[in-house]
């Protein structure tokens, strides 16, 4: 898998809005942040449009990202809001969503179908963080935000331990990551953008939805077979309607239900839509380890 090359002070960066609208002053405070990191950024001034609940049209939205992806002078895509919008782009020819070079595509969410295609179609590692118009990213500690960017501007993987995370099931595995959005991966199901998880660790989150909900979805996934092909599953961030997060028990139980037992499981790793402290790389090596007891990640770039 490709990498990009680490970001720096001068490296561009184009922000792109391919699933819901969002408001002006979040966007100003996400440039004003990056800006004093020392990026140079480039927006269209479309990406302010509304249609709907979206920000602009489909054929905006979709010839805005594949712009970026194939300019040579673009390091980097920050994707704004998430909500809902990146599936209805895939209804339109997507031979042109290629990357010109390797370079940092970063979202989560609704981003999920978007990270996991470009990963798997051009061999490139994109990035799963909180998205920069959010309220998760507007509300942490500047020294939080550091970390974040600490993982797309220096190489280094990352290591947590049993206590940053809890095992559910123990077990080794080493794969390549993918994933996301459970309720996103869901809608893939069934289309030509269905991706194999054969022999990789799975990442799964969702936020807003409810225990049946969750429990109803991992239901299908698993009369799909995808969860007897995988090597090994990280659950992130899982809330309901108020925010609260669901239960280890009720994870626990919906492990035992649908994962097979040799599958090692870690539940509670902080990402997600409630934490931002794990950056995790799509279509990148991940290894568990010492019978689930440390989780490496490898570098982003």
């Keep these: 898998m490709l990498k990009s090359r680490p970001l720096k002070r001068g490296s561009h960066i184009a922000l792109a809005a391919p699933s819901s609208h969002f408001r002006r002053e979040h966007f100003d405070v996400a440039l004003a942040y990056l800006t004093s990191r020392g990026y140079r950024i480039t927006y269209q001034d479309e990406v302010f449009a509304r249609e709907h609940y979206l920000a602009g049209s489909d054929q905006r939205r979709l010839a805005e990202l594949t712009d970026y992806l194939k300019d040579p002078e673009i390091d980097g895509i920050f994707l704004l809001r998430g909500g809902f919008g990146a599936a209805r782009m895939f209804q339109f020819p997507i031979k042109n969503f290629k990357v010109s070079h390797p370079k940092i595509v970063m979202g989560m969410s609704d981003h999920t179908f978007i990270l996991n295609q470009l990963a798997r179609k051009n061999h490139l590692v994109t990035v799963h963080a909180p998205i920069i118009t959010s309220e998760m990213f507007r509300s942490m500690p500047d020294q939080d935000k550091n970390k974040i960017f600490d993982r797309l501007e220096k190489k280094g993987k990352q290591v947590l331990k049993e206590g940053d995370y809890q095992v559910l099931q123990p077990g080794n595995a080493l794969g390549k990551l993918w994933g996301g959005n459970l309720s996103m991966l869901q809608t893939t199901f069934g289309t030509p953008f269905e991706n194999s998880w054969k022999n990789g660790i799975l990442f799964l989150e969702d936020t807003n939805e409810m225990e049946y909900r969750i429990d109803r979805i991992f239901a299908h996934l698993y009369l799909t077979g995808h969860l007897k092909e995988i090597k090994g599953l990280i659950l992130g961030d ?64």
């Design 238 to 301: 899982f809330t309901d309607r108020e925010n609260n997060e669901h239960s280890i028990e009720f994870l626990q139980r919906i492990v035992q239900r649908y994962v097979p037992s040799k599958i090692p499981v870690l539940a509670k790793v902080k990402a997600g839509h409630r934490h931002g402290d794990v950056v995790l790389p799509i279509g990148g090596g991940i290894s568990i380890k010492n019978r689930g007891k440390t989780l490496e990640i490898d570098s982003i770039v």
